[in-house]
């Protein structure tokens, strides 16, 4: 079953274009990015 999100969450209206939207991850592109970069560098700082 899938989540419902919200049009709002998916178009910046003041940027007047749509938000990159992760499905897998229900969040913007640039959160799941971001998530991935810190999940990485926290990995190199343990090795």
């Known amino acids: 079953m899938s989540e419902f999100v919200r049009a709002s969450r998916l178009y910046d209206v003041a940027a007047g274009e749509r938000v990159r939207w992760d ?4 969040q913007p592109v640039a959160e799941s990015e971001a ?3 810190r999940a990485v560098a926290e990995v190199d700082q343990e090795g």
């Open 23 to 26: 499905w897998s991850g229900q």
């Open 35 to 37: 998530r991935v970069q």
